[in-house]
């Protein structure tokens, strides 16, 4: 069963904006935290976004206003609202979901146990 499948990356000019979707099974969705984070070439992945189920939001630092995440419950989907791209932010954006109890600090991968595949941002310059 696959239970997050992300879309909506692409080729954005900087300064341009992208949507990710993160489409979720029901138990990956339902009463779980869910966060965004993104590998770049030759980087470790990174944290970018999180949402917990009662609606409270933490950005990463270099997200600086410009990205959002947000979630629609009647379509089990989660977004990631991404404007002012840079070419920094190109990398893969990754899904992820944790049912339960977080067993660590919601930045960190290891807390969460559903992932998806990945969606590829890509930002000219």
């Known amino acids: 069963q696959v239970d997050l499948v992300e879309s909506g990356g692409g080729l954005v000019q900087a300064g341009g904006s992208l949507r990710l979707s993160c489409a979720a099974s029901?138990?990956?969705?339902?009463?779980?935290?869910l966060a965004w984070f993104r590998q770049a070439p030759g980087k470790e992945r990174e944290f970018v976004a999180v949402l917990t189920w009662t609606g409270t939001t933490y950005y990463a630092d270099f997200v600086k206003g410009r990205f959002t995440i947000s979630r629609d419950n009647t379509k089990s989907t989660v977004y990631l609202q991404m404007n002012t791209l840079e070419p920094e932010d190109m990398a893969v954006y990754f899904c992820?979901?944790?049912?339960?109890?977080?067993?660590?600090?919601?930045?960190?991968?290891?807390?969460?146990?559903?992932w998806g595949h990945g969606t590829q941002v890509t930002v000219s310059s």
């Open positions: 992820a979901a944790r049912s339960g109890v977080l067993p660590g600090p919601p930045t960190a991968d290891s807390a969460y146990n559903y």
């Open positions: 029901e138990r990956a969705f339902s009463r779980n935290t």
